[in-house]
């Protein structure tokens, strides 16, 4: 039968051209180099950016066996930290209240520097290795067609159509190396914000995550029976030092990573929305991130006033949202930065962090720029509340509430109901 015209011309398009490959090195971008080669006899040039994640040249190297015209890493990590980890952090960076966004706000990035390469090599198409399925396909094509409309993307996952079988044979007979944790159900991504841990056993929302899947995190029974406490600087929002030693944010995250994770700190299991509509079942071990966020929120409460802190949280909210679904090159984004760069001015201080078994709890803040009075707050003599004006305070603050309930009251008495 005829192939529909449509694909006919997709493919005759595709055919002998360029294209860079967002590369992992494992099983699904190791058999896309080969299978671009093969179904679009594209010359493939590989990407991969260094987040953390390591295991880096071997991925370079496994790239060029397989055929790759040039495979290029790049170092990512510091732009990563500083001008993505950094935003999280002065927003308070959560997915429904719980996911540090750290597969989320790696793939802008991921996007930004394929669409410089793409451009510098002059190639014809972008392609990724996500499913048709997931939040990553999402965020690389709304990214990249934001930055590049003209680039082209392929999603060879999306099209291929093989099982995980089907691929591992594809890759046999291809003399694709098959990774040693092949047999491993779980699908991982990682950067040095956190790890996310998907399928397998997982995918049943109602069982308990095996110890064996943690990285970073030792499961919290295991953890040490004393607690341990870190203490962390921060000037604008952000962490500038560690235990008193000044550090950069990368090596910063690196350090806190160890500590928590050896105190059973950064394991969230949940069942979140995708934008795609479904339901998943996600674990993450982001130590050093919930450490941060937590000291981080609770310096900025305390530099900021009531109403700045009740406003802030559904700036975050938004900001979090946008990051999830795919819209970090939306407009709104940079206007809900300015906002959140200027609240944070004043987010300057000292925090104090107890680690605890699987707890970071914040035990201690101190700020230049804290609204904290204690010649207001404290119950001792010395207070400067003046407390005569608080009848008066109250009688009208509970005006309307007052008000109604009279009205209430009235009615009842007449027999009425509303
Ligand atoms: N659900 C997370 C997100 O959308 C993590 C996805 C991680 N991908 C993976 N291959 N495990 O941000």
Known sequence: MAQPQTKRAVHKKIASKRVLLLYSGGLDTSCMVRWLQEKYSADVITLTLDLGQGG????????????????????????FVEQYVAKAIKANGLYQDQYPLSTAIARPLMAKVAVEYALKEGVD???????????????????????????????????????????????????????????????????????????????????????EIFEYAIPPEQAPNQPEYVELEFENGLPTSLNGRAENLVQLIAELHKIAGRNGVGI??????????????????????????????????????????EFKPLVDRMWAELAYKGLWNDPLMADLEAFTDKINERVSGWVRVKLYKGHAQV????????????????????????????????????LPTRSANQLQTKYEALGNKR
């Open 56 to 79: 880096l040249e071997e991925a370079r190297a496994k790239a060029l066996k397989l055929g790759a015209k040039s495979a290029h890493v790049v170092d990512a990590r510091t732009e």
């Open 125 to 211: 198409a972008i392609a990724h290795g996500c499913t048709g399925k997931g939040n990553d396909q999402v965020r690389f094509e709304i990214s990249i067609g934001a930055l590049a409309p003209d680039l082209e993307v392929l999603a060879p996952v999306r099209e291929w159509n093989m099982s995980r079988e089907e691929e591992i044979h594809y890759a046999e007979r291809h003399g694709i190396p098959i990774p040693v944790d092949i047999h491993s159900p779980y699908s991982t991504d990682e950067n040095l914000w956190g790890r996310s841990i998907e399928c397998g056993v997982l995918e049943k929302p109602d069982s308990e995550p095996p110890a």
């Open 268 to 309: 969230i299991d949940m069942v979140e929305d995708r934008v795609v509509g479904l339901k998943s079942r996600e674990i993450y071990e982001c130590p050093a991130a919930v450490v941060l966020l937590a000291a981080h929120r609770d310096l900025e409460r305390f530099c900021c006033t009531i109403h700045e802190n």
């Open 363 to 398: 035990v201690g803040r101190r700020s230049e720029n804290g609204l904290y009075d204690l010649n207001l707050a404290t119950y001792e003599r010395q207070q400067t509340f003046d407390q005569s004006a608080s009848p008066g305070f109250i009688k009208i603050w509970g």
